[in-house]
Nanobody
Framework: QVQVVESGGGLVQFGGSLRLSCAAS????????MGWYRQAPGKQRELVAS???????NYADSVKGRFTVSRGNVKNTVYLQMNSLKPEDTAVYYC?????????WGPGTQVTVSS
């Protein structure tokens, strides 16, 4: 059974940084695609950043230049480095991994940016 877990969320001041981690366990296969999503209260879940198994990344316009997604050295581990955080980045951040033929989501980690 594949399990995905996010970590690294917390409370940070405007302009600060956080590094989120996403790790999947329980699979012998490596991920094909991984996406970081976020959902703020009263808003729809949105894609923030993504990365493929060959390292191709994409970002939402709202985070370009501030967020960086990268693959870890450990299999099925991905990071999201978030710099210059703004109050509008406050949300629950979720990790979605596509591994083999399955789609797996983590439970999310809260990021709160205070002004």
């Amino acid at each position: 059974q594949v399990q995905v877990v996010e970590s690294g969320g917390g409370l940070v001041q405007f302009g600060g940084s956080l590094r989120l981690s996403c790790a999947a366990s329980g699979s012998v296969f490596s991920f094909n695609y991984m996406g970081w999503y976020r959902q703020a209260p009263g808003k729809q879940r949105e894609l923030v950043a993504s990365i493929t198994n060959i390292g191709r990344s994409n970002y939402a316009d709202s985070v370009k230049g501030r967020f960086t997604v990268s693959r870890g050295n450990v299999k099925n581990t991905v990071y999201l480095q978030m710099n210059s955080l703004k109050p509008e980045d406050t949300a629950v951040y979720y990790c979605k991994m596509l591994i083999r033929y399955g789609e797996y989501w983590g439970p999310g980690t809260q990021v709160t940016v205070s002004s």
